[in-house]
């Protein structure tokens, strides 16, 4: 049937995409379950018992709003982070923070830019609230902060993105040299510093919630193991603050997520059980890598990038794997398509891949 209705010159501009083919997509495709599932970096360790327990309970209240404040989550994180309240906002995932963030900062026609082959829900936001993307590539199988100045600076960039640490390659840039990139910062662009992996990583930049020249994303759904519960939050000056709070989806964050975050922050001993498993875990895929003559990144996440050499060599690694019934990611972005990503699983789960990988590599 015609239809008169038309789309924005914006969204009619776009190309069909979407950043990620998800596992279950996948499954319908290939009419089979997975059996491992290491490809998104989701923690195989879950939630903390007490953060279940208090989704469980929040379940009953399912017929109400979740507060749109989030209050209580943001008073624990206060506390937990040494950071007024008046400069956190919750938001479904760094994905719908992106997202914020973009809207809030980035005109129509104006620039962003990121490395070449890093996350691509950030790249995703940009095309689709009208940005410019300028990309630069890695350098070393790292984010060349140098690079990324300098491509702020030559198109006038409103926004510098970068993950610290790193998704795809599990790299990570220490304090200073963090600091030494906001020193650097031309005057008109923000850093979006998305610290998805931040609690596998060694210690972090220390908090300056005054600071106007960066916003930094934290999430749930890595260390926490909560990302199907969708939570994260955005650490910026109260103003930047009021100015997401003008535009955001207030009733987008449901309240068993909101209690489940809460359980899960003041579960201490559960997180650091994840983050020792998480640390001998690398270690043990480094090892199997060695073992079959190959290299692994230097990871400060909760994944680790196997390189395969090539990239045909690393899409033919991944397809044998997904014939298996593993779930793994290959890279994007040129110098990086090599690289095979693989989430640390349980110690099961790792033989599991172990001997999977062994048997495709033959
Ligand atoms: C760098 C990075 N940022 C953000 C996300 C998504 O975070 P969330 O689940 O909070 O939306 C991921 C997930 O893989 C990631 O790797």
Known sequence: ???????????????????????????????????????????????????????????????????????????????????????????????????????????????AVTSQGAYPTFNYHVAGYGGHLETVPYRDDRNDVEA?????????????????????????????????????????????????????????????????????????????????????????TQRTIAAFDKVRLHFGVNRVAQAGALSALADRAFLEGVLEEVTWGREEYARLAASLGLTTLASATNFVAFDLGTPERARSVADGLLARRVFVRTSGGASLNRLVRVTVGTPAERRRFGHAFQSVLS
């Not at 970068?162 to 906001?182: E, F, K, M, Q, V």
């Not at 908090?207 to 990302?227: C, H, I, N, Q, W």
Request: net charge negative; aromatic share 8%.
């Open 148 to 236: 990324l100045l300098d491509a702020a600076r030559r198109h006038d960039a409103r926004l510098i993105y970068l993950a610290n640490p790193d998704n795809p390659t599990g790299s990570w840039h220490d304090p200073a040299a963090i600091s030494a990139l906001l020193d650097a910062l031309p005057e008109q662009a923000l850093l979006l510093l998305d610290e998805a992996y931040v609690e596998f990583a060694p210690t972090p930049l220390p908090f300056d919630p005054e600071d106007p020249r960066l916003v930094r994303l934290r999430t749930f759904s890595k260390a926490y193991g909560m990302a199907g519960a969708r939570i994260g939050y955005a650490v910026a």
């Open 1 to 111: 049937m015609p239809d008169a209705r038309r789309f924005t010159s914006l969204v009619s501009a776009l190309p069909a995409s979407v950043p990620f083919v998800a596992p279950e997509a996948l499954e319908r495709r290939r009419g089979e379950r997975l059996e491992l599932r290491l490809g998104a970096n989701e923690s195989t360790f879950g939630p903390s018992p007490r953060a279940l327990a208090a989704m469980r309970t929040e379940l009953e209240r399912a017929s109400w709003y979740g507060d749109p404040e989030s209050f209580e989550l943001r008073s624990a994180l206060s506390l937990h982070l040494g950071v007024p309240m008046e400069h956190m906002v919750i938001g479904s995932g760094i994905d719908d923070l992106l997202g914020l963030v973009v809207r809030t900062f980035l005109e129509p026609g104006s620039c």
